[in-house]
């Protein structure tokens, strides 16, 4: 059964780097049929999508975030991870990690983590 973790810290503080990683279990993230996704929604707000990572690396970010946003993985632990940098209070989410195939989009999330960015 595929499973996917999210995990980081709960709180940052405004202008630090947030770093999350989802932990994938019963899927590999170089299986060439998934692509991999970071997805947060703010307290009240719609979901906002932050990027795409395939199988072949590439890697699509939303424009209003690519500059601050990275998202890598780490084949050796079934893990993708994202940083997102310089933060701000806007930044308050809870983020998902997110599978995807070709034909099924964003159809398999994580639970998610709360992350709060205190000033």
């Known amino acids: 059964q595929v499973q996917l973790q999210e995990s980081g810290p709960g709180l940052v503080t405004t202008s630090q780097t947030l770093s999350l990683t989802c932990t994938v279990s019963g899927a590999s993230i170089s299986n060439s049929s998934y692509y991999w996704s970071w997805i947060r929604q703010p307290p009240g707000k719609g979901l906002e999508w932050i990027g795409d990572k395939f199988w072949n690396g590439l890697t699509y970010y939303s424009p209003s975030l690519r500059s601050r946003t990275s998202i890598s993985w780490d084949k050796s632990k079934n893990q993708f991870m994202m940083q997102l940098t310089s933060v701000t209070p806007e930044d308050t989410a809870k983020y998902y990690c997110?599978?995807?195939?070709?034909?099924?989009?964003?159809?398999?999330w994580g639970q998610g983590t709360q992350v709060t960015v205190s000033s």
């Open positions: 997110v599978r995807s195939t070709a034909f099924d989009f964003y159809s398999f």
